[in-house]
């Protein structure tokens, strides 16, 4: 008896150790994506939203579309938009971010606590997520901030402005 368990714990072993021989792959098969430029933008996000009533209004952008929607959360009303946009438009949106400010910017403390409403920027890059609210108080590095939103409306149709 003794024979037979040290014969199935060999095989066992044998088996386990072969699994682990085969699964490690010594050659990479799959070509990696060329590496990407850290200080492009690949995302935008403004959003206003708070109030009273719960107002929002969301704009998200990448390089080849457009989302917009808004809405009064007490209403029960709710909009949505969205669109291609070329990549002109795209460079032209993304013009007024400067990356290597965007580590400089100040946020604020959140308005909705007293029925106001949070201004929220998120803009992305394949390294790093930058996330602002209210940056508006900070006078010396919005102005950029506020050329992105200005961008945007222009996109935009009348009724998300």
């Known amino acids: 008896m003794p024979t037979t368990k040290k014969l199935h714990l060999k095989i066992l072993f044998s088996i386990l150790l072969l699994s682990a021989f085969f699964s490690c792959d010594s050659k990479k098969t799959e070509q990696s994506a060329p590496p990407r430029n ?4 690949t995302f935008i996000s403004v959003s206003d939203i708070g109030g009273s009533l719960g107002n929002y209004r969301i704009i998200k952008a990448t390089k080849d579309s457009v989302f917009a929607e808004k809405g009064i959360t007490a209403q029960q009303s709710h909009k949505a938009w969205a669109s291609a946009i070329n990549p002109e438009v795209w460079k032209k949106l993304v013009s007024s971010v400067h990356i290597v400010d965007l580590d400089h910017i100040k946020s604020s403390p959140s308005q909705q606590s007293v029925d106001g409403i949070d201004e929220t920027f998120q803009i992305r890059t394949p ?3 930058h996330i602002y609210v209210n940056a508006y ?7 950029q901030l506020q050329q992105l939103k200005e961008q945007l409306d222009k996109i935009l149709p009348k009724e998300y402005k």
């Open 127 to 129: 390294k790093k997520s």
């Open 137 to 143: 108080a900070d006078t010396l590095h919005y102005k």
């Open 38 to 41: 850290p200080h492009e933008i």
